[in-house]
């Protein structure tokens, strides 16, 4: 949509091919990654990517079901024993649910269950902090080098004085870089780093959900008991709106007799 309004405007105007100007582009884009890849590490500028894909289409899972997930999880560990979830996981999608799920399978002890999960839990955040950054230095030297390219255009187009009838053109392409700078900055990197941050801190609370459902399970807790841990992280209206499965129901008539 951003594009649409941006390219609207410009066809609009009548001179779309002004503002195609290759020579402006390679300064923005090749100062901003020259500048990139200076401040930060080439590894960690190529990490990047998985995470911005993430960021824009990875869909997180609603409190509700994830809450009912876990119930149902406990559920099935609490009537048939922790080696019965092992035929749940292949309908596992969370990579961090997986490993959660396969840990309580193995039998592992609830320190070292709660242990491995923080860590990843952190490092999380730690990955997501690291492209936040990236993406904040990107937008911050894309308009940087449009002003130098377009101090560039000027002093260029300040040696043919001698011609008032170029200078106007002159001052057009001067001011291009600035263009490309602004737009590259406000429209991507700017937004993607704000985005990042935002998904950064629900994926986090989603996993410190996930973490406390499995520290439940694996002690041997009742579905209600799993749920009222989950449902601890939840405003008043969403736990309103939760349902317990018929199998969750079944277990917890099961559990009071």
Partial sequence: ???????????AGGSPMVFVHIP???????????????????KQVLSIMPVIKKTLFYKLPTQN???????????????DGALALE?????????????????????QEDEKIEDALDNEIRYLQERHSDGKKIMEFMGAAGPAFGMIGTLIGLVAMLQNLSD?????????????????????AN??????????????????????MILQGVIGISRGESPTAVRERMQAFMSATKREEFKPSQEAKKAAILAAA
């Fill in 164 to 184: 008032p009838a170029g200078l106007g053109a002159g001052m057009a392409v001067a001011l291009i870089t600035t263009f490309y700078g602004a737009l590259l």
């Fill in 87 to 107: 035929k749940e996981l292949a309908t596992v999608d969370d990579p961090f649910l997986l490993q959660a799920m396969r840990m309580i399978v193995d039998g």
């Fill in 24 to 42: 402006s582009m390679l300064i923005v884009v090749g100062g901003m990654l020259a500048s990139t890849l200076i401040h930060f590490s080439l």
């Fill in 1 to 11: 949509m951003g594009l649409f309004c941006v390219v609207g405007a410009i066809i």
């Fill in 187 to 208: 429209l991507l990197f700017i937004p993607l780093a704000g985005k990042l941050g935002i998904r950064s801190k629900q994926e986090s609370f989603i996993r410190e």
């Fill in 65 to 79: 079901e994830l809450v009912q997930d876990m119930v149902d999880y406990s559920a099935v560990c609490r009537r």
